[in-house]
């Protein structure tokens, strides 16, 4: 019933920038977290930043300062906006959000994930 869409990944020189979206299909009540992970081969699925419904962000060290977690309620859309990236970004970027479905109780939805790689 609910689905999560990522786009916006891709092949980036180190430096450059690249913009994930979100997006969220079917009957949703409430959006509590939106998340980003990210997971590289052999590797676990990490915690790169979070938002929640009050706006309040966390970002994992390693990313901190560049770069950023926004939502768009309305929408139904997270993004995450990375700039001066460095090869040891390269990973798959997953979206997971903690929402309510109509007649369900609250629960984590995630997204199918989207490349990004970092080299030149």
């Known amino acids: 019933q609910v689905q999560l869409v990522e786009s916006g990944g891709g092949l980036v020189q180190p430096g450059g920038s690249l913009r994930l979206s979100c997006v969220a299909s079917?009957?949703?009540?409430?959006?509590?977290?939106m998340g980003w992970y990210r997971q590289a081969p052999g590797k676990q699925r990490d915690l790169v930043a979070s938002?929640?419904?009050?706006?309040?962000?966390s970002y994992a060290d390693s990313v901190k300062d560049r770069f950023t977690i926004s939502r768009d309620n309305a929408k139904n859309t997270a993004y995450l906006q990375m700039n001066s990236l460095k090869p040891e970004d390269t990973a798959v970027y997953y979206c997971?959000?903690?929402?309510?479905?109509?007649?369900?109780?609250?629960?984590?939805?995630w997204g199918q994930g989207t490349q990004v790689t970092v080299s030149s």
């Open positions: 997971k959000w903690r929402l309510r479905r109509r007649f369900f109780s609250e629960a984590d939805y």
């Open positions: 079917g009957s949703i009540v409430s959006i509590n977290t």
């Open positions: 938002i929640t419904s009050d706006g309040s962000t």
